[in-house]
């Protein structure tokens, strides 16, 4: 038995049988199994199929190792072999994957097979939109726009690998606690593998409207007597005593199916990177996921130069970017307030990894008002593109660097949109209607009568 397949069989026992491999800067194994879940504090190594939470050494977050990529010769694939490998996995039959995630499988799960549950998702467009350049004030900012996913969100990214997960574990529920995309996702990837979706939220804290798709794809919704943290505490507990898989968002291979979203992006722009890759962020599990796919890219050859990676948060919620203004000296929490209520984190998860992502590229964390955020919504709507609004602050973001003088002309930038303009259609019809907004679109009634529509149109043309 080799020295991996010793530690797959018993990794708590020798948490340092991987310790030789750093080859890639240690970011891949060189031989054995396929994949290991490794502990980003202190090292500690667990087997592929181990349902931890997080590290049972010191409840550290787990990170996923894979084995370096391979052809079916077992020669190593590197740069443009590697590329080659995946525009061979892209649709095209018999190896293509109609997933924009599972065509990246060697890098996300290798070896999933036939366990995986693939809706599919990815394949999100890269848009561009003179009003948005405008607004941005740069030519050509590309829009990678992840609310094309099938329950409209990033989320189905991590979400397809960590219920594939479950599903090689044999879990017998999947579990997390959300009202927002996190639960829509869950629900939605539940349903196909035929495995009860659980989502735990607290007693008085519950908006039905946010869980209406959770809903509808048939999770079940648990509402518990107590706070949030007696609610996340059920939920661990849940997990290790009744055979619940936890899908959290400190999840690893969430974190694994999310570095697609750059993955995809890379090869859309034909492995050209970027100067620039602007994204929201609340909880920085993107962060933390970008900065995997980055570094892993890299280190294979797939992109010869790191874009720089810019974390935009909103302003009543952001401790990263006070972190960041701090070198991060120190982990801030704050009571988080924003209109942005898929970025509204006051204490976010994936913290360390995220500062490693964003020293590693070079990168930015800045922050954006609800009123900056609401400025580049309506613009972003308005060009027929929509997100929600947490997803605007990215284009808010671009905006600030383009006026700062960071971007500059002949740049180029991708910003990223989460989530779907339905997302949120409460706020659509709140701006709208209202008498103070500018920009508000308001219903017009009419007399049946085609003079009144043709007076509707001189109207719009003096606009
Ligand atoms: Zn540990």
Redo the contacts with the bound molecule.
């Keep these: 038995m080799s020295d991996h397949a010793h530690a797959h069989a018993h990794a708590h026992e020798h948490a340092h049988d991987h310790a030789h491999d750093h080859a890639h800067g240690g970011l891949f194994l060189e031989s054995g199994t396929e994949s290991i879940q490794r ?1 980003a ?2 090292g ?1 190594t667990l087997a592929a199929l181990d349902a931890a939470a997080s ?1 049972p ?2 409840d ?1 977050l787990l990170d996923i190792v894979h084995v370096a990529p391979r052809d079916v010769m077992g020669a190593p694939l590197h740069g443009m072999a590697l590329r080659a490998h995946f525009a061979q996995h892209c649709c095209a039959r018999p190896l293509g994957s109609p997933s924009g995630v599972w065509r990246f499988e060697s890098l996300v799960m290798p070896g999933a097979g036939s366990a995986i549950v693939s809706h599919p998702e990815g394949n999100t467009p890269l848009l561009t939109r003179p009003a948005i350049d405008r607004f941005a004030g740069i030519e050509g900012l590309r829009i990678k726009h992840e609310g094309h996913n099938p329950t409209g969100s990033f989320k189905d990214r991590g979400m397809t690998v960590g219920v594939t997960q479950a599903v090689r574990l044999g879990a017998s529920a999947v579990a997390c606690a959300s009202t927002g995309n996190t639960s829509a996702a869950l629900a939605s990837y539940a349903a196909q593998a035929g495995i009860p979706g659980l989502v735990f939220v607290p007693a008085g804290k519950i908006a039905l409207g946010k869980l209406a798709q959770t809903l509808g794809y048939g999770a079940r919704t648990l509402i518990v007597r107590g706070d949030f943290d007696d609610c996340l505490r059920l939920v661990q507990d849940a997990a290790r005593e009744l055979g619940i898989y936890l899908l959290n968002s400190i999840n690893p291979w969430r974190v694994e199916g999310q570095k697609t979203i750059v993955l995809e992006m890379l090869q859309q722009l034909g492995w050209e990177s970027p100067d620039f890759i602007v994204l929201p962020a609340g909880n920085l599990g993107n962060t933390a996921a970008f900065g995997k796919a980055l570094r892993e890219a890299h280190a294979l050859g797939l992109i010869d130069r790191v874009p720089r990676l810019v974390a935009v948060q909103a302003a009543g919620s952001a401790p990263f970017a006070r972190g960041y203004r701090d070198g991060f000296a120190t982990r801030y929490t704050v009571t988080a307030d924003t209109i942005a209520t898929a970025i509204r984190i006051g204490d976010p998860a994936s913290w360390d990894r995220a500062v490693r992502a964003i020293r590693e590229t070079n990168g930015m964390v800045l922050s954006c008002t609800d009123d900056e955020i609401i400025e580049a919504k309506v613009v972003i709507d308005a060009a027929g593109v929509g997100c929600e609004p947490a997803s605007a602050a990215s284009v808010a973001g671009v905006r600030q660097l383009v006026r700062d003088g960071v971007i500059t002309p002949g740049q180029r930038v991708v910003a990223v949109l989460t989530g779907h303009v339905l997302k949120d259609p409460g706020i659509l019809v709140d701006l709208h209607q209202r008498a103070d907004f500018a920009s508000a679109n308001r219903p017009i009634e009419i007399d049946a009568d085609v003079r009144a529509v043709a007076r509707v149109l001189e109207q719009r043309s003096v606009v």
């Design positions: 502990c504090s202190c500690h590290c050494a010191c550290g």
